[in-house]
């Protein structure tokens, strides 16, 4: 999917998924605590034979209320994974809708394992 933007008497902008997704995460990974982003398997083999899908742990879908993200990720061992949720979802929302202007409807977030340190 391909995100437009209209810039007044200039024409169309038009945002990649995966550039969409590059945004989300850095964002994520901003934040102490997101040890990895990761796909599941099934979202793996999904994504080799479809369009779409999760690139970089991140899924990216729109419509008329802006687009819904989900991100799977993996987290340090000994944080509030609550806590952590909350801060990657206000901090992946701030930074798209700061650089390509598009309305985050949600940032839902997996939780797909704990990493601990070695």
Same mark, same amino acid.
């Given at each position: &999917?391909?995100?437009?933007?209209?810039?007044?008497?200039?024409?169309?902008?038009?945002?990649?998924?995966?550039?969409?997704?590059?945004?989300?995460?850095?964002?994520?990974?901003?934040? %102490?605590?997101?040890?990895?982003?990761?796909? =599941? +398997?099934?979202?793996?083999?999904?994504?080799?034979?479809?369009?779409? !899908?999760?690139?970089?742990? #991140?899924? @990216?879908?729109? %419509?008329?209320? !802006?687009?819904?993200?989900?991100?799977? &990720?993996? #987290?340090?061992?000994? #944080? =509030?994974?609550?806590?952590?949720?909350?801060? @990657?979802?206000?901090?992946?929302?701030?930074?798209?809708?700061? &650089?390509?202007?598009?309305?985050?409807?949600? @940032? =839902?977030?997996?939780? +797909? !394992?704990?990493?601990?340190?070695?």
């Amino acid at each position: &999917m391909e995100n437009k933007v209209h810039l007044e008497q200039k024409g169309d902008l038009t945002i990649s998924d995966e550039a969409i997704s590059t945004i989300v995460a850095i964002a994520a990974k901003e934040i %102490d605590g997101v040890a990895s982003l990761k796909h =599941n +398997l099934s979202e793996q083999l999904s994504a080799l034979f479809s369009r779409g !899908g999760f690139r970089k742990g #991140v899924k @990216v879908e729109g %419509d008329e209320r !802006g687009i819904t993200l989900d991100l799977n &990720m993996r #987290v340090e061992y000994g #944080v =509030n994974v609550n806590d952590l949720a909350i801060k @990657v979802q206000e901090n992946i929302k701030s930074a798209v809708e700061a &650089m390509i202007d598009i309305k985050v409807a949600a @940032v =839902n977030v997996n939780v +797909l !394992g704990v990493e601990s340190e070695k």
